[in-house]
T-cell receptor
Framework: NAGVTQTPKFQVLKTGQSMTLQCAQD?????MSWYRQDPGMGLRLIHY???????DQGEVPNGYNVSRSTTEDFPLRLLSAAPSQTSVYFC????????????FGPGTRLTVT | SQQGEEDPQALSIQEGENATMNCSYK?????LQWYRQNSGRGLVHLIL?????REKHSGRLRVTLDTSKKSSSLLITASRAADTASYFC????????????FGKGITLSVRP
């Protein structure tokens, strides 16, 4: 199993540009989440999904969209990038059977200039 | 808002010594977990302790939970240089539908 994969690993955007961070998992996990990690802030939940077709907002959802059309994929879209969105983004997944033990991807480091 | 708050923020010890890290939280929880993050990598789950448990062991890890004080501690015994990483506690609130709230993390440095 590849586990949770994220692409790209690094990305530089200009203010106002849009892009999609990709996340995929091959563990057949029902739940998937997106976090951002900023220095001194720990991880903050952006959006999460408890199954295909179901998404909900986390702590810091503004400026981001998600959709979950398949169990495997959970892309995160930045609609109009802002410097405040410079961060490291992590995708995570977990199974309904062990709902709280999350598996994390390697992260995407995003810089918005 | 941050649920878990780790203490200390940074810890430096000699290889072979024990490392103790603490976490405090605010609300009622279903369980508390500890994760490790090596530099530039994703988080890795270490151990989970449920709200009705007081102590749990996994290899060189020992975690305790005191729900009356809303606190947990992670003990790493006989530390190794490879234990150098950031450690995060994460809490799952009751009825929170799998959402985890992470603390800001503790940076552990183990000197060879």
């Amino acid at each position: 199993n590849a586990g949770v994969t994220q692409t790209p690993k690094f990305q530089v955007l200009k203010t106002g540009q849009s892009m999609t961070l990709q996340c995929a998992q091959d563990m057949n996990h029902e739940y998937m989440s997106w976090y951002r990690q900023d220095p001194g802030m720990g991880l903050r939940l952006i959006h999460y999904s408890v199954g295909a077709g179901i998404t909900d907002q986390g702590e810091v959802p503004n400026g981001y969209n998600v959709s979950r059309s398949t169990t495997e994929d959970f892309p995160l879209r930045l609609l109009s990038a802002a410097p405040s969105q410079t961060s490291v983004y992590f995708c995570a997944s977990n199974t309904r059977g062990r709902p709280f033990e999350q598996y994390f991807g390697p992260g995407t480091r995003l810089t918005v200039t | 808002s941050q649920q878990g708050e780790e203490d200390p923020q940074a810890l430096s010890i000699q290889e072979g010594e024990n490392a103790t890290m603490n976490c405090s939280y605010k609300t009622s929880i279903n369980n508390l977990q500890w994760y490790r993050q090596n530099s530039g990598r994703g988080l890795v789950h270490l151990i989970l302790i449920r709200s009705n448990e007081r102590e749990k062991h996994s290899g060189r890890l020992r975690v305790t939970l005191d729900t009356s004080k809303k606190s947990s501690s992670l003990l790493i015994t006989a530390s190794r240089a490879a234990d150098t990483a950031s450690y995060f506690c994460a809490t799952a609130e009751r009825g929170a539908n799998s959402k985890l709230t992470f603390g800001k993390g503790i940076t552990l440095s183990v000197r060879p």
